[in-house]
């Protein structure tokens, strides 16, 4: 699967972006977000199974991030809302050939498609 990201941006904090990801290729069942900011691991943010039935989130972003796709499935979006400085990283959609679990969704060992990332800086 190729991915690519676009959305990412500067803005203050309180307010939103939208990041999109479209994929090409082979099919995938899972489609997580994860961030990564400067000398901290990648972490999770959002993943959705394929058709949206079931969706997961880091508990830092639930309540102000969603996770969708459209119909046919191509495109994964991540709206973010009430943004705030902590969320400033660098964010990467990626894709999973697995059905994953609450307890697996967030790793990224399970994933075997990556994105390029998408800079995201929230000001203060």
């Known amino acids: 699967v190729q991915l690519v990201e676009s959305g990412g941006g500067s803005v203050q904090g309180g307010g939103s972006l939208r990041l999109s990801c479209t994929a090409s290729?082979?099919?995938?069942?899972?489609m997580g977000w994860f961030r990564q900011a400067p000398g901290k691991e990648r972490e999770g943010v959002a993943a959705?199974?394929?058709?949206?039935?079931?969706?997961y989130y880091a508990d830092s972003v639930t309540g102000r991030f969603t996770i969708s796709q459209d119909n046919p499935e191509n495109t994964v979006y991540l709206q973010m809302n009430n943004l705030a400085p902590e969320d400033t990283a660098m964010y990467y959609c990626?894709?999973?050939?697995?059905?994953?679990?609450?307890?697996?969704?967030?790793?990224?060992?399970?994933?075997?498609?990556w994105g390029q990332g998408t800079q995201v800086t929230v000001s203060p």
């Open positions: 990626a894709a999973s050939l697995f059905v994953l679990s609450a307890d697996s969704w967030s790793s990224p060992e399970e994933y075997t498609s």
């Open positions: 290729g082979y099919m995938y069942w899972f």
């Open positions: 959705i199974y394929r058709g949206g039935a079931r969706t």
